[in-house]
Nanobody, 118 residues
Framework: QVQLVESGGGLVQPGQSLRLSCAAS????????MMWYRQAPGKERELVAN????????NYSDSVKGRFTISRDNVKNTVYLQMNSLKPEDTAVYYC???????????WGKGTLVTVSS
């Protein structure tokens, strides 16, 4: 049974940090590229960051570049999103996504809510 379980969300003040985790099971994690998406109220889901299957390459949206860091541990089958200098506009549900494009396989987590407010 494939599972992606996000954790680490919560309420923080502007300027603070959070670290999201996404624990994967039920598939060969090390063969999948991993992404973090987010969806704010009333907005479309957007790609925040992605990392290749080996962790050798990462990419970020312009809105989080320099503040967020994506990483992965292929032994623990977990992907992380370190979020620093959080802003109110970072408030959203954050989703973990696994993708193996060549085989058209993908999985989604259920999301974790991040609220940035004073």
């Amino acid at each position: 049974q494939v599972q992606l379980v996000e954790s680490g969300g919560g309420l923080v003040q502007p300027g603070q940090s959070l670290r999201l985790s996404c624990a994967a099971s039920g598939f060969t994690f090390s063969r999948y590229a991993m992404m973090w998406y987010r969806q704010a109220p009333g907005k479309e889901r957007e790609l925040v960051a992605n990392i290749t299957s080996t962790g050798g390459s990462t990419n970020y949206s312009d809105s989080v570049k320099g503040r967020f860091t994506i990483s992965r541990d292929n032994v623990k089958n977990t992907v992380y999103l370190q979020m620093n200098s959080l802003k109110p506009e970072d408030t959203a549900v954050y989703y973990c996504h696994a993708e193996r494009k060549m085989f058209r396989m993908e999985y989604w987590g259920k999301g974790t809510l991040v609220t940035v407010s004073s």
